[in-house]
C-alpha cells in the first residue's frame, strides 16, 4: 500500500502542538514521528494539522430542493472548511420519517466526498419501531416546535415518548428545543408586524428556556442519550449548566451564528440574518462564549441551512428562515484562536472531539496512530476576506461576507485521500459512519 507523509507538520496531539511527520497508509494514520519517508511526501511546513471537523448539523437539502443545496456541492463547502464529517438533519421536502426514506437518502448522500451520518426524524407515527432504525442513523431528532417544513412533534406527553422509545435504542436524541405554545402566542402578538425585528419578538427567549426545561425533564426521567442543538440564550444555558451538575445525561452545542451574529444585524442584513432560534441580544451572545469556554457548550455545529439569495432578497415576512455556514465555522473559528477569543484546545474539543465522543465516531476526532487519517491542516497566518463569489455552498451566499479572517484550512483529508487543497476539491467516496452490511 503506498504510504503518505506529511512531512514537518506542528500536529495537535493529545491537547498540545508537537512538530512532526506523520505518515498515511490507506485510510488511517500509520505513524507519528520524525523523520519519515513515505512514497508521496507533502510538505507542511508553517501549517498546524487538526483533526479533521465534525459537524453534527447540517442540512444538504437535495430531493425536491436541490437547488438550495445538494450532497455533492453540500460536501465540497464542508471540506474546503475543513469539515470531514457531517451529520444531516431531517426535515427534507418530505422529512425523513420512514425507513424507506431514509434508505433513499442513503442513495442520494453517496455523493458526499465527506464522510457523513443521518438523522431519523421523531414524528407520533413513528415512536414504535425505532430500534430497527437505531444501527443505520447517528441519532434522532425531535422538533418540538415548527420550523422549516412541516416536521415537529409539539404535544408534551408525546416529547416524552419520543425520548423513552429513543432511550431503548442507546443512540442520541437530537432536540430542536423551543415551546411552541409560547411561540403561538408571541405570533398572535406580533403578526401585523413587517419589521426586521418581528421574527425575532415571535420566538421570544422563554421558549427556549421553557422547551429546554421540558428537554431536560424528559432526559432525566427517561435516561436518554440527550443532546439540546444550536442553543442561543442565557437562561437555557443557565439551565444546562444546573442539569449537568445534577448528572443528567446531556450535552448541547451552540452555532457560530449565535457566536457572531445578533439583533442588531438585523436591520442591516435583513433576511440574510433570519433563522430559527432567531439571532438574540449582546448578553446571550457573551453568555454563549463564556459558555464554551467553561464547558457548558460542547460542541460548535453550524445548522448550515441554505436558502436561495432570492428567497432571502423576497418579502422578510415570507423569507424562509436559515442561513449556510458549514464552510465558515473554522475560518471563524481559527480567527478566534488568533485573537485570543478561544484556545486552539476548545476549537478542537468542541468541532473535533466531542463530536466523536458524543456520537460514538470509533477512530475519528483525534490524531492518533491507527485512527482514520481525517486531518485539516490550517495557516493560521492567512488573512483573507469572506467573499461571496468564493463560496461553494449552492445558496451561493455567507452572513459573514466582507469579514477579514485570519487562519484558513488550506488542506483536508478524508479517509486518508487530499479533497481540499488550497482552493481546489478532488473527488472522493465518503462513508457512511453508520451503514450496516446487508444481513
Ligand atoms: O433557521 C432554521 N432553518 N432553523 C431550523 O430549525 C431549520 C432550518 C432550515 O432547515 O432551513
Ligand atoms: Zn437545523
Redesign the pocket.
Known amino acids: 500500500m503506498s504510504m503518505k507523509v506529511l512531512k514537518d507538520a506542528t500536529a495537535f496531539i493529545d491537547n498540545e502542538l508537537k512538530k512532526t511527520d506523520i505518515s498515511i497508509e490507506g485510510e488511517k494514520i500509520a505513524k507519528i514521528e520524525k523523520n519519515l519517508r513515505g512514497d508521496e511526501e507533502i510538505d507542511c511546513t508553517g501549517l498546524i494539522i487538526l483533526p479533521g471537523a465534525i459537524d453534527i448539523h447540517v442540512?444538504f437539502r437535495d430531493f425536491k430542493e436541490s437547488h438550495k443545496e445538494d450532497w455533492f456541492r453540500g460536501s465540497r463547502a464542508a471540506a474546503k472548511g475543513g469539515t470531514t464529517t457531517v451529520f444531516d438533519?431531517v426535515?427534507n421536502n418530505p422529512p425523513i420519517t420512514t425507513y424507506k426514506r431514509l434508505m433513499k437518502k442513503k442513495k442520494l448522500a453517496k455523493k458526499s466526498i465527506v464522510n457523513y451520518g443521518l438523522y431519523f426524524g421523531l414524528g407520533p407515527d413513528n415512536l414504535d419501531n425505532l430500534e430497527k432504525i437505531a444501527p443505520h442513523v447517528c441519532g434522532f431528532k425531535l422538533?418540538m416546535c415548527k420550523?422549516?417544513?412541516e416536521l415537529l412533534l409539539t404535544d408534551p406527553a408525546l416529547q416524552k415518548k419520543s425520548f423513552e422509545a429513543v432511550k431503548k435504542t442507546g443512540k442520541p436524541i437530537v432536540v430542536?428545543a423551543e415551546d411552541q405554545k409560547i411561540l403561538d402566542a408571541a405570533e398572535s402578538i406580533h403578526k401585523e408586524r413587517c419589521d426586521y425585528l418581528a421574527h425575532a419578538d415571535s420566538r421570544p427567549r422563554l421558549a427556549e428556556s421553557r422547551a429546554v426545561d421540558h428537554a431536560i425533564a424528559c432526559a432525566k426521567e427517561t435516561g436518554a442519550k440527550t443532546h439540546l442543538t444550536?442553543i442561543s440564550t442565557t437562561l437555557a444555558l443557565t439551565r444546562i449548566r444546573k442539569a449537568k451538575q445534577r448528572g443528567i445525561d446531556l450535552t448541547c452545542d451552540t452555532t457560530p451564528t449565535y457566536m457572531y451574529l445578533t439583533r442588531d444585524n438585523l436591520k442591516n442584513m435583513g433576511a440574510f440574518c433570519?433563522?430559527?432560534?432567531p439571532v438574540r441580544t449582546k448578553q446571550d451572545l457573551e453568555s454563549v462564549w463564556e459558555s464554551i469556554k467553561y464547558n457548558i457548550i460542547d460542541i460548535i455545529s453550524t445548522?448550515h441551512?441554505?436558502?436561495t439569495i432570492k428567497e432571502k432578497e423576497n418579502n422578510f415576512k415570507t423569507a424562509?428562515?436559515?442561513?449556510p455556514g458549514v464552510e465558515m465555522r473554522l475560518p471563524l473559528l481559527l480567527d478566534a484562536v488568533n485573537k485570543n477569543m478561544l484556545t486552539l484546545e476548545t476549537l478542537v474539543k468542541t468541532c473535533c472531539t466531542n463530536p466523536a465522543k458524543r456520537f460514538n465516531l470509533k477512530g475519528r476526532g483525534e490524531i492518533k496512530e491507527g485512527n482514520y487519517a481525517d486531518l485539516v491542516a490550517v495557516n493560521m497566518d492567512l488573512r483573507k476576506e469572506v467573499r461571496r463569489e468564493e463560496q461553494v455552498t449552492k445558496c451561493g451566499w455567507s452572513p459573514y461576507e466582507g469579514m477579514s479572517l485570519k487562519g484558513w484550512p488550506i488542506k483536508t483529508f478524508v479517509n486518508g485521500n487530499l479533497v481540499y487543497n488550497f482552493g481546489k476539491l478532488y473527488p472522493n467516496q465518503g462513508k457512511d459512519l453508520f451503514e450496516q452490511p446487508e444481513k
Open positions: 442540512h438533519m426535515n422538533h420550523t422549516t417544513g430542536h444550536h433570519k433563522m430559527n432560534p445548522d441551512a441554505p436558502h424562509p428562515s436559515g442561513i
